[in-house]
């Protein structure tokens, strides 16, 4: 059974940019597509962005700008980058295992998501 | 994007009563294979949010029968024949035709 595990700076300043990582267990990281959703407090999910098993991403229009998400098959892991964050990107931050075409559920599996605050 | 809408956002209900969230998309959900691309997720209090139902109206594996999905087009609905003390927290409609994917707002079920 496939299981994530996001990991993060938990605060970041304003201006800068904000690394995450998921680690993947259970699984070939390869064999599959992922993505990141964030959810700041009290208010609904957003997608961020993934990226398909070829290695190829989609990112959400709103942050396209600004993120960059890779994955390292050696240690099995998927990275966010986003950068020039702001109050609004605090978050907690969620990587879901993505099923494309979504004919069983789009995000069948979930990490247990890492808050990430941006403050000075 | 695609804006989904949600109603109730607050829905409490008694042990054993029916529930039922209602969901609407600004746009048809259906794509040229004939399948409505519309999800539900419930976030348990302090939880990931988890799949209960795809394409409209399957439910994932280990969702309980009570849970029922159905709607066309741009109208969807969830319902519950009958709470239980574990179905409270956020439920989610989300679209997952068109990339960027969203979200509704989500309705919180609470039991009274």
């Known amino acids: 059974q496939v299981q994530l595990q996001e990991s993060g700076p938990g605060l970041v300043k304003p201006s800068e940019s904000l690394s995450l990582t998921c680690t993947v267990s259970g699984g070939s990281i390869s064999s599959f597509h992922w993505s990141w959703i964030r959810q700041p407090a009290g208010k609904r999910l957003e997608w961020v962005g993934r990226?398909?098993?070829?290695?190829?991403?989609d990112y959400n229009p709103s942050l396209s700008s600004r993120v960059i998400m890779s994955v390292d098959t050696s240690k099995n892991q998927i990275s966010l980058n986003l950068s020039s964050v702001t109050a609004a990107d605090t978050a907690v931050y969620y990587c879901?295992?993505?099923?494309?075409?979504?004919?069983?559920?789009?995000?069948?599996?979930w990490g247990q998501g890492t808050m990430v605050t941006v403050s000075s | 994007d695609i804006v989904m809408i949600q109603s109730p956002l607050s829905l409490p209900v008694t042990p054993g009563e029916p529930a039922s969230i209602s969901c609407r998309s600004s746009q048809s959900l259906l794509f040229s294979d004939g399948k409505h691309y519309l999800e539900w997720y419930l976030q348990k209090p302090g939880r990931s949010p988890q799949v209960l139902i795809y394409l409209v109206s399957n439910r994932a594996a280990g969702v309980p029968d009570r849970f029922s999905g159905s709607g066309s087009g741009t109208d969807f609905t969830l319902k519950i024949s009958r709470v239980e003390a574990e179905d409270v927290g956020v439920y989610y409609c989300m679209q997952a035709l068109h990339a960027p994917y969203t979200f509704g707002q989500g309705t919180k079920l609470e039991i009274k």
């Open positions: 879901a295992k993505t099923v494309v075409p979504s004919v069983l559920g789009a995000f069948d599996i």
């Open positions: 990226i398909f098993a070829s290695g190829r991403t």
